[in-house]
């Protein structure tokens, strides 16, 4: 019984040390790689011309950048009421501006330098003649009588003071901000101002027109101004002004099929490869018409944009780029990169310090 009991040791003894190495050498050789990316998304512009025609064939459809459709246009006059927002310093004679009042029943002219009394005692003078009608008001810029001895007027009534005492109460002067010799900031009429009220108003115009159709929702509208009309001009010191426009706005009524197949066969011309195109949306392609003079065809300019994230099959995560990098060096060629917007790689067994020399044993993931 010992000897067996011997031999039976030896066996198991064996058994655990065969055992022991050849998990040693399964850890010494094993080695696997996880690298797991969040991709960035890159944002693709594409512009082309493309021909909107009354009839086109399958040959044009395949080959051109053609589409069965017409223009529809409809005439729209808008106006509104914009605020300035442009502002600029003044230093100058003038005080401030003044609204001649006429509450009598009859017309009323006051001369150029018509005086003006404010209830302080300052007196300033008008820069020119006006007439005011019966019931009807006038603005007049108005200056010191005496600039040396001038201070601020508040906002409020002034007194003409050589109108006969019994229309004094019915013709006078109003201030509705403060007559100051001081460098001032006041408003004036930019192009900014005149461009933003524009938009707005055609906006406003083909919201309403939207409204008007049944589909108005799921179309393209582009708008031509005809003619503007501005209550004041560029450069004018003024704190509002009223806009009236005559617009054209008309819309592409194209074959959505057709359209789709195009705007497909224009991304695939991209040389795209190795980035996953997420689906195409008509309602983010917008047209401007280039020429509309061709008879039974228009030509338009189409522009869309789109998102594509790269995918595994891109040359950049080709993984023989990867493979025996060492961990920070893999990490960092990966995160330096525009197509990617975080990267981590994950090496087992955790002492090793490389990925391993087959790039076929590293399995990359993309979020």
Same mark, same amino acid.
């Given at each position: 019984?010992?000897?067996?009991?011997?031999?039976?040791?030896? =066996?198991?003894?064996?058994?655990?040390?065969?055992?022991?190495?050849?998990?040693?050498?399964? !850890?010494?050789?094993?080695?696997?790689?996880?690298?797991?990316?969040?991709?960035?998304?890159?944002?693709?512009?594409? *512009?082309?011309?493309?021909?909107?025609?009354?009839? /086109?064939?399958?040959? +044009? $459809?395949?080959?051109?950048?053609?589409?069965?459709?017409?223009?529809?246009?409809?005439?729209?006059?808008?106006?509104?009421?914009?605020?300035?927002?442009?502002?600029?310093?003044?230093?100058?004679?003038?005080?401030?501006?003044?609204?001649?009042?006429?509450?009598?029943?009859?017309?009323?002219? !006051? !001369?150029?330098?018509?005086?003006?009394?404010?209830?302080?005692?300052?007196?300033?003078?008008?820069?020119?003649? #006006?007439?005011?009608?019966?019931?009807?008001?006038?603005?007049?810029?108005?200056?010191?009588?005496?600039?040396?001895?001038?201070?601020?007027?508040?906002?409020?009534?002034?007194?003409?003071?050589?109108?006969?005492?019994?229309? +004094?109460?019915?013709?006078?002067?109003?201030? %509705? *901000? +403060?007559?100051?010799?001081?460098?001032?900031?006041?408003?004036?009429?930019?192009?900014?101002?005149?461009?933003?009220? +524009?938009?707005? $108003?055609?906006?406003?115009?083909?919201?309403?027109?939207?409204?008007?159709?049944?589909?108005?929702?799921?179309?393209?509208?582009?708008?031509? /101004?005809?003619?503007?009309?501005?209550?004041?001009?560029?450069?004018?010191?003024? %704190?509002?002004?009223?806009?009236?426009?005559?617009?054209?706005?008309?819309? $592409?009524?194209?074959?959505?099929?057709?359209?789709?197949?195009?705007?497909?066969?224009?991304?695939?011309?991209?040389?795209?490869?190795?980035?996953?195109?997420?689906?195409?949306?008509?309602?983010?392609?917008?047209?401007?018409? #280039?020429?509309?003079?061709?008879?039974?065809? /228009?030509?338009?300019?189409?522009?869309?944009?789109?998102?594509?994230?790269?995918?595994?099959?891109? =040359?950049?995560?080709?993984?023989?780029?990867?493979?025996?990098?060492?961990?920070?060096?893999?990490?960092?060629?990966? %995160?330096?990169?525009?197509?990617?917007?975080?990267?981590?790689?994950?090496?087992?067994?955790?002492?090793?310090?490389?990925?391993?020399?087959?790039?076929?044993?590293?399995?990359?993931?993309?979020?």
């Amino acid at each position: 019984m010992p000897r067996v009991n011997l031999y039976r040791n030896i =066996s198991l003894s064996f058994i655990v040390f065969t055992v022991i190495l050849v998990l040693a050498v399964f !850890l010494l050789f094993y080695s696997s790689t996880s690298v797991i990316i969040v991709s960035e998304e890159q944002n693709i512009n594409l *512009s082309f011309n493309m021909e909107v025609k009354s009839e /086109v064939d399958q040959a +044009q $459809l395949a080959e051109k950048n053609v589409v069965k459709g017409s223009l529809v246009s409809w005439d729209r006059e808008v106006v509104g009421d914009f605020v300035v927002l442009g502002t600029k310093t003044v230093s100058s004679e003038f005080v401030g501006k003044v609204t001649i009042v006429n509450n009598s029943g009859r017309g009323q002219t !006051l !001369l150029k330098t018509t005086q003006l009394q404010s209830a302080s005692g300052v007196i300033v003078r008008t820069n020119r003649q #006006v007439t005011i009608p019966a019931g009807g008001q006038a603005i007049v810029d108005v200056y010191p009588k005496d600039p040396a001895s001038f201070i601020n007027v508040d906002p409020g009534n002034l007194k003409i003071i050589k109108l006969s005492v019994n229309l +004094q109460d019915k013709i006078y002067g109003v201030s %509705n *901000s +403060q007559l100051t010799n001081d460098p001032r900031e006041v408003g004036v009429l930019l192009a900014s101002d005149a461009s933003r009220a +524009q938009k707005e $108003l055609a906006t406003m115009a083909i919201e309403e027109l939207k409204d008007e159709l049944s589909d108005g929702a799921d179309k393209n509208f582009i708008y031509e /101004v005809v003619s503007s009309q501005m209550s004041a001009n560029l450069g004018d010191e003024v %704190n509002s002004f009223n806009l009236a426009l005559k617009l054209n706005i008309k819309t $592409l009524e194209v074959d959505q099929g057709q359209l789709f197949s195009l705007l497909n066969r224009k991304v695939g011309q991209q040389g795209l490869e190795g980035f996953d195109i997420g689906s195409l949306n008509l309602r983010d392609v917008s047209f401007a018409v #280039v020429d509309e003079n061709f008879g039974d065809s /228009v030509l338009v300019e189409v522009d869309y944009s789109f998102k594509v994230k790269i995918n595994t099959d891109h =040359s950049f995560l080709d993984r023989d780029n990867l493979a025996n990098k060492t961990v920070d060096e893999a990490t960092w060629y990966l %995160n330096d990169s525009s197509l990617v917007k975080e990267a981590n790689v994950y090496v087992s067994p955790y002492w090793k310090k490389s990925l391993p020399k087959d790039g076929d044993k590293i399995e990359i993931v993309i979020h």
